[in-house]
């Protein structure tokens, strides 16, 4: 049994002081301060006894400048029924066989192929082909072992609830957003620790071991997927979190984030 990498540290650092600083928003909600439980746009009255948002913001879109899935995030201003077993394969199966659920590991098969990441695999065409196909299916196992597997049994909403431009200053939604990886919320609406992410992320990295050559397979490369599998996550959660205030920067003008 290996030492950790010095990658999984920094990861499961990562993943620990979420949790921590989940633990203390909490905390702080409890005793009276302002963190609200699913952040909305605060309302103002307008001339004529109308009512529009007091911090301008937009939707999600479905993927990421046209690259990215994107299929789990909900506007902040969005109120949804509670996330059925169905709803959870179909984001899974979004998540894994879109279009653009190949990009990214198309990209990150070219990295670990200039990398050598995998000895085994090779170079050329030939080992590119070997990275992309392992690197595919550690998505997908993963993507149905977190967003539909665990989750339909363990009463848990996979979705990304934005907090959005009025829920707080910059660093307060990176805190909220990073947190996400350890805290989601059930079917009933309230939190509760995100076993989906934590264990369904564990037991894909357990799996990859099937699939990946003998070299591939100690205790210290499998956790370092599992918290590898758990920091791209949390990372995506804070993508999808800004997503909206980039993208009408991007395409709509100035960004709409007054509170910095």
């Known amino acids: 049994m290996g030492v950790l990498p010095e990658k999984s540290s920094r990861v499961l650092a990562l993943v620990v002081g979420c949790l921590l600083l989940s633990n203390r928003l909490h905390a702080q909600q409890a005793v009276g301060a302002d963190i609200p439980d699913a952040p909305k746009p605060e309302t103002v009255v307008v001339a004529g006894g109308g009512a529009t948002p007091s911090t301008h913001t937009d939707p999600q879109t479905k993927r990421i400048l046209g690259i990215f899935p994107n299929f789990r995030a909900v506007s902040a201003e969005a109120h949804l029924p509670p996330q059925s077993v169905q709803e959870k394969f179909e984001t899974a199966s979004q998540d894994s066989f879109d279009y653009s659920a190949l990009m990214l590991p198309a990209g990150l098969a070219g990295y670990s192929e200039l990398t050598n990441a995998t000895p085994e695999f090779h170079s050329g065409w030939p080992g590119y082909g070997r990275y992309f196909w392992h690197t595919w299916v550690d998505q997908t196992s993963e993507n149905y072992l977190v967003e539909f597997i665990v989750p339909a049994l363990t009463r848990e909403d996979t979705r990304y609830y934005t907090m959005g431009p009025g829920g707080g200053r910059k660093l307060k939604r990176i805190g909220y ?8 919320r059930n079917d009933a609406g309230k ?4 076993v989906s992410e934590v264990v369904g992320a564990g037991v894909a990295a357990g799996i990859s071991n099937f699939y990946y050559p003998r070299p591939e397979r100690t205790f210290a490369k499998t956790a370092d997927k599992w918290s590898v599998n758990v920091g791209v ?20 003008g100035n960004v709409p984030m007054a509170n910095h």
């Open 191 to 194: 939190d509760t620790f995100n």
């Open 233 to 252: 996550d949390a990372a995506s959660f804070m993508i999808r979190e800004f997503w909206p205030d980039i993208n009408h920067y991007l395409f709509h």
């Open 177 to 184: 957003a990073l947190s996400r990886a350890v805290v989601t």
